[in-house]
């Protein structure tokens, strides 16, 4: 800042003394009782406007290397601004440190987004190549018909998980939390799955609640179609899942059991975590990109439903939703 933008900032103040002394002046000048030369009030009129401007002058100085320091915080906002040296200056200087904070946050969350988005692209992509390559394979040759369907599955599958990535970012635009039949989006997910159900002949067992849960149906179909392809991936032919409600403190969990291969107990608390595939994805030659299980972890999140799960290696894995009773809710 130059002196005459801070002249001009302090220019009512430096008036508003200046008044004070030609009010003060005339008031003596006009006291009969009280006598002045006029060239007395007139020199120490000037000593004061003197008085005032190196005042001011002096003001600057000692603030400039302030400013000094605020112009050059714009070229380096990783660093706190620092070297307040009033309370004026101080109140200043936590704002902006505030600000900066905010935005370096802001701006750590957009790099690792766009970090994420890219890592997940060159991982759809190549998991997409291979039911692409069956697709054409089959133009050629004249494969089971269970076969490419499977694959078309597969692709609808990771174009899917693929959308609902995308949208994760902007989900506060996109969803809508209303009273929603649990039956039916259960059924919904199961009927999605069905081919693979019948091909891996694995059964079946429900018994869910009539009772409304409070969640947006769209959302929730996708974080059940993920599950429940998950337990199907690692549950050996003719195996069994189970998908039954409970009821605990008023509050709907939700139970998909399956006795497949199970989590290693050294697994458990990554099973979330984005890329995570744990020794049975890469033993089990699936195409698993650890992407299903962070994105179900994150829209439960969101949508105000609580996760978790439970799994013997060898024995089974169930996973456990918790649809909270909201009682001020009303339809």
């Known amino acids: 800042m130059t002196f ?31 006598k002045f030369h006029t060239g007395t009030l007139i020199y120490s009129w000037i000593i004061a406007v003197i008085f005032a401007f190196v005042g001011l002058i002096l003001a600057y100085n000692r603030k400039k290397s302030w400013y000094e320091l605020l112009n050059n915080y714009q070229e380096d906002l990783s660093k706190e601004l620092h070297g307040a040296q009033n309370n004026e200056q101080r109140f200043i200087q936590d704002k902006i440190n505030n600000i900066a904070l905010e935005y370096r946050n802001e701006l750590t969350e957009l790099y690792q987004n766009q970090n994420d988005q890219r890592e997940y692209t060159e991982s759809w992509v190549h998991d997409i190549k291979v039911p692409l390559a069956a697709l054409k ?58 081919r693979m159900f019948i091909s891996k002949r694995i059964g079946i067992s ?36 189970e998908i039954f409600t409970t009821n605990n403190h008023n509050n709907v969990e939700l139970h998909i059991k399956d006795n497949g291969v199970g989590i290693a107990s050294k697994d458990i608390s990554r099973v979330f975590n984005k890329g995570f595939t744990g020794d049975n994805g890469r033993k089990s030659g699936s195409k698993s990109t650890g992407i ?4 179900v972890k994150k ?15 060898g024995v089974g894995t169930e996973i456990i939703i918790t649809f909270l009773d909201l009682p001020y809710y009303q339809a």
């Open 137 to 194: 394979l089959s133009q050629d040759s004249d494969l089971d018909k269970e076969l490419i369907d499977e694959e078309i599955d597969q692709i609808d599958y990771l174009v899917d998980q693929a959308l609902y990535f995308a949208r994760l970012n902007n989900f506060s635009n996109d969803y809508l939390i209303q009273e929603q039949d649990l039956n039916n989006i259960v059924k919904s997910s199961i009927r999605t799955n069905k």
């Open 206 to 241: 429900l018994d869910i609640t009539d009772e409304k849960v409070l969640t947006d149906e769209k959302w929730l179909s996708f974080i059940l179609n993920q599950i429940i392809s998950n337990s199907l991936k690692y549950t050996d032919q003719g195996g069994k899942i």
């Open 299 to 313: 829209m439960s999140d969101k949508l105000g439903h609580k996760i978790e799960i439970q799994s013997h290696s």
């Open 4 to 34: 005459f933008k801070y002249f001009r900032d302090h220019l009512l103040t430096l008036l508003t003394i200046l008044l004070s002394v030609t009010f003060i002046e005339l008031i003596l000048f006009l006291d009969p009782k009280v």
């Open 292 to 295: 299903g299980l962070y994105l």
